[in-house]
């Protein structure tokens, strides 16, 4: 398993999360990274990204304002500070490279479930 998700639950309208993602330090070192989500019934999206060094982020507009991508290198994890939740940000969330590289397996991902 090269990258595993966790922090995702259920939170009412309004409320935040933080989600973590631990992948190998080689993936860290070399690798611009991203939050991606697919809600039921729909395809993988792309909400957030940020660059190797963290320098550059980049959002999906309908998370602009609301989510925040950071990484942290020394420790090996990626984050994604979610406030705001809206019950359209339901989904099942990863994190990969991004662009997503092939030879990667996608994790499990983690469950975020927002009720209105």
């Known amino acids: 398993v090269q990258f595993v998700e966790s922090g995702g639950g259920l939170v009412q309208s309004g409320g935040s999360l933080r989600l973590s993602c631990a992948a190998p330090?080689?993936?860290?070192?070399?690798?611009?990274l991203g939050w991606w989500r697919q809600a039921p019934g729909m395809e993988r999206e792309l909400v957030a990204s940020?660059?190797?060094?963290?320098?550059?982020?980049n959002y999906a507009d309908s998370v602009k304002g609301r989510f925040a991508v950071s990484r942290d290198n020394a420790r090996n994890t990626l984050y994604l500070q979610m406030n705001t939740l809206k019950p359209e940000d339901t989904a099942v969330y990863y994190c990969?490279?991004?662009?997503?590289?092939?030879?990667?397996?996608w994790g499990r991902g983690t469950q975020v479930t927002v009720s209105s």
């Open positions: 990969k490279t991004n662009p997503p590289i092939t030879l990667f397996d």
């Open positions: 330090t080689e993936i860290f070192r070399l690798y611009d």
């Open positions: 940020i660059t190797r060094t963290g320098q550059n982020t």
